[in-house]
């Protein structure tokens, strides 16, 4: 390959990046294929095509700090409670991805002659997904707090559970164990099992009691690059305490996140990581992209090619079954088997190991290499298809699952009106369940971070789902009379003990709600008009203790007139109103007399006696 002109410069390497990225990544979103397959598509350009650069290797180990910081970025957003009442999707429906997707890839690779060693090794690491793919395709999306995120995002844990345990199956199946042949010993094992467990409890009680102090008092320093400073320590900190114990680096990072869910300075942590994510992660599918050898796809490009789609379709339709099986839905299985059929990561770690134990050739590893990779470039592309796998009916896009509620506030409809409310519930910590079936609402929403749940709230066993049977307080905020009175109706009956909170939509509408004895009303427009009249009479000069005054008075005529017209009269209260009524102006003498005109031809009368000092009468 020729030398590019200044390829000695620091620049040089970091301007084709940046230059590949830019030109790339617009392209395929363009096209819908979403920013990951642009970046990949980036890095074989660049790399095995051009040959531009040739060190990928050495870039993918530093943009795998991307996936660190993706994974504590991600535990920012878990508290211990909602990761335990998880645990059924971790321990349930990824161990079983894991043992069956496995199961299945193994008996296909040992039926072709493969040793049964082989087999077991590669079908298992074949069995997990990539988390920086389907995170970053979540993230991107705005779609981890969607039901088939959740799941998914619950598989990804157990997977990366998981990777302990298959590079020590690595060393148990190995003809040897290094390169003297040392014969592997169970005493070895377990002290590995020490040194992690003793890892995780020495994270989690520095997590739990060191952290928050140690960012205090660096938040009083008032230095706000010693906050990120802080905050990147923190994170690689963990990954490297995991990583020595044996553990995936990523999974320290997101235990250290978790401890750091309820501390007062996670939106601080999460802005100062954010950009740093961002780029490694960027950079970490380019470094894929360039890791592919285009030579040995060539050579074996039938054999790669069929491989990579039949894995991933056995994959997807494992996946697929077991969503079925733990009552998923169609739309979220189906959505679950598209995100995760690729083969992740953590093969390249695992093909690794493999080669320096004897269970696999060099060209074994790269052809393996070369299969993961691929699946990871056609996952948009089967992400994509999703929507054709699933029904066009109303809802059936957010097939909800409200298992993971807690709460025992529910608040109906997410529009301008509840999204202010719900900021007040949240901003005490209020464990609220929010409730919209407005699909793009509840995407958007999950870009800014709130988990909203789909579902009709006028349909009874959705608010069942919600937690209505043990709700405290039912807020409801939907726009219009009818849909609102009929949410009322139903909890009255249903949930008599709760309290029930009500956006009116106009006065007639107030006085229902009042006529049916809701808990609180308002009407939606009542307290934006009062803040506007106050302000005016504030830029007018009227003093400020005169506006209280006002304020008061016109509050109490309201509320006066509201409870006389509950009677069922909507005329009663007028006289407590302020109005502004003109009062007519005494009649005046005309300065000019008036001139009749005969009846029958309207001409001038000259004969007419003079006209009188009689003033003229206003019809």
């Known amino acids: 390959m020729a030398t590019l002109p200044g390829s000695e410069s620091l620049f040089t390497e970091p301007l084709i990046l940046l230059g590949a990225a830019a030109l790339a990544v617009p392209i395929f979103k363009r096209l819908g294929f979403g920013s990951v397959l642009g970046y990949l598509a980036a890095g074989v350009i660049i790399g095995p095509f051009f040959q531009l650069i040739t060190d990928s290797e050495s870039i993918l180990k530093v943009a795998e700090l991307g996936v660190v910081l993706l994974l504590f970025v991600i535990g920012l957003e878990l508290k211990p409670s909602r990761l335990w009442s998880m645990r059924r999707d971790i321990f349930g429906l990824g161990s079983a991805q894991v043992v069956l997707t496995g199961a299945a890839l193994f008996g296909l690779i040992y039926a072709f002659g ?61 003809p040897y164990r290094n390169e003297s042949g040392e014969p592997l010993g169970w005493t070895s094992a377990f002290m590995e099992l020490g040194i992690i467990a003793g890892s995780v409890v020495a994270l989690v009680l520095i997590g739990r009691h060191l952290l928050n102090p140690m960012f205090r008092i660096l938040a009083n320093s008032k230095a706000r690059e010693i906050m990120t400073v802080a905050a990147l320590l923190v994170v690689f900190g963990a990954a490297a305490l995991l990583e020595f114990a044996g553990m995936s680096s990523a999974m320290g990072a997101f235990l250290a996140g978790v401890m750091l869910a309820e501390s007062s300075f996670r939106h601080e ?108 470039a056609l996952t948009p592309l089967a992400l994509s298809l999703a929507p054709r796998l699933i029904p066009k009916v109303e809802g059936e896009e957010y097939e909800d699952d409200f298992s993971d509620v807690t709460g025992n506030v529910i608040l109906i409809s997410f529009g301008r009106f509840g999204q202010v409310v719900s900021q007040l519930l949240l901003a005490e910590r209020i464990d609220v369940t929010i409730i919209d079936n407005n699909a793009e609402r509840i995407r958007s929403a999950a870009k800014f971070g709130f988990k909203i749940y789909y579902g009709d709230g006028r349909r009874l066993n959705v608010l069942r789902a919600a937690g209505l049977d043990r709700a405290r307080m039912v807020i409801i905020c939907t726009d219009g009379s009818a849909p609102t009175s009929q949410v009322v109706r139903m909890v009255q009956k249903h949930a008599p003990h709760a309290k029930v909170y009500v956006r009116s939509y106009d006065r007639p509408h107030s006085i229902a709600l009042r006529q049916n004895h809701v808990d609180f009303e308002i009407r939606e427009s009542v307290e934006s008009a009062m803040r506007m009249g106050t302000e005016a009479l504030k830029g007018l000069g009227v003093p400020a203790e005169r506006i209280e005054e006002i304020a008061a008075d016109v509050r109490k005529r309201d509320e006066l007139r509201l409870q006389m017209q509950s009677g069922g009269d909507l005329q009663a209260g007028l006289d407590t109103l302020h109005t502004n009524t003109v009062t007519p102006e005494p009649l005046v003498t005309p300065e000019r007399s008036a001139i009749p005109l005969t009846k029958e031809t309207g001409a001038l009368v000259d004969d007419q006696p003079a006209a009188t000092d009689e003033p003229a009468k206003v019809l």
């Open 114 to 174: 493969k040793s049964w060693q082989f087999a077991l090794v590669v079908g298992l690491g074949l069995a997990l997904s990539s988390t920086a793919i389907a995170m970053q395709t979540l993230n991107e999306r705005g779609e981890l707090s969607q039901p088939y995120g959740q799941k998914s995002f619950s598989i990804l844990l157990l997977q990366d559970l998981a990777i302990v345990p298959l590079l020590a199956l690595v060393a148990f199946v190995a």
């Open 269 to 376: 942590l999460e802005a100062d990581i954010e950009p740093f994510r961002g780029l490694l992660m960027g950079l970490f599918f380019m470094a894929v992209g360039m890791s592919l050898d285009l030579a040995i796809i060539y050579q074996n490009w039938a054999l790669i090619g069929g491989t990579a789609l039949l894995f991933m379709i056995i994959k997807g339709a494992i996946l697929y079954g077991l969503g079925r099986i733990f009552r998923l839905g169609h739309a979220v299985s189906v959505r679950v088997a598209m995100l995760l059929p690729q083969h992740g990561e953590f093969a390249f770690v695992l093909f690794t190991a493999a080669v320096a134990a004897g269970l696999m050739s060099p060209t074994d590893s790269s052809i393996l290499t070369a299969i993961a990779t691929i699946t990871m």
